[in-house]
């Protein structure tokens, strides 16, 4: 029930393409929902978020999509950039629970083809 | 705002040596998260400290260790290292649980460190 499940393991599209990963969860406590953009040799850092109150959010090329009634969250990114290659963990907040406040999924690697 | 700072940035150690890394939380923040990333692989968690207690630990072995300081800032120990140990050790930190400034993490950039 603690587990965020991510789609693909590894991504490759094309510049100017739309990347599209995705997230589903099982504990419908959840209530809040994070994208995390890591570049290698970095930390992961807050790309955007959104709670289950609202089914889509958008910044700028990055949207995410979520569907309540399925348990699930994508993460849209727009016109992708060879600058987008990275790789991208969703995550679900646990409230404080065994792992404290956030589960991660395993990771999507994205590379943007020029 | 400072944000997570993470010490040193790289650590070359000796196979059987000890390796301490160090993490310094955004200010206000009281809980820390240490976790260990293979390279090419995901976030595994190892240990996460609040209010200066040890509140979880990941599946990782007792030579993998820690301690939370006063200031929130946090230390990690592993002992006896082995050569799987080479990683990326990633620190987070967050508001106190239930905290009204959300639960959102704050990641600093890593240690690397290499077991050889």
């Known amino acids: 029930q603690q587990q965020v499940k991510q789609s693909p393991q590894s991504l490759i599209v094309q510049k100017g393409g739309i990347s599209i990963i995705n997230c589903a969860y099982e504990?419908?406590?959840?209530?809040?929902f994070p994208w995390y953009q890591q570049f290698p040799g970095k930390g992961p850092a807050l790309l955007i978020a959104i709670r289950p109150d609202v089914s889509e959010k958008k910044e700028g090329r990055f949207t995410i999509s979520f569907n309540k009634s399925a348990k699930q969250f994508s993460l849209h990114i727009m016109d992708s950039q060879p600058g987008d290659s990275a790789t991208y963990f969703c995550?679900?907040?646990?409230?404080?629970?065994?792992?404290?406040?956030?589960?991660f999924g395993k990771g999507t690697k994205l590379s943007v083809k020029p | 705002e400072a944000g997570v700072t993470q010490s040193p940035t790289h650590l070359i150690k000796t196979r059987g040596q000890q390796a301490t890394l160090r993490c310094s939380p955004i200010s206000g923040h009281t809980s820390v998260y240490w976790y260990q990333q293979a390279l090419g692989l995901g976030l595994q968690f190892l240990l996460w400290?609040?209010?200066?207690?040890?509140?979880n630990r990941g599946n990782f072995p007792p030579r993998f260790s820690g301690r939370q300081f006063p200031n929130y800032s946090s230390e990690l120990n592993v002992n006896a290292l082995e050569l799987e140990d080479s990683a990326l050790y990633l620190c987070a930190s967050s508001p106190r649980t239930g905290s009204t400034l959300g639960y959102g993490y704050t990641f600093g950039s890593g240690t690397r460190l290499t077991v050889v």
């Open positions: 400290y609040d209010e200066g207690e040890e509140r």
């Open positions: 995550a679900a907040s646990s409230r404080g629970g065994s792992q404290g406040n956030l589960i």
């Open positions: 504990n419908t406590a959840f209530d809040y």
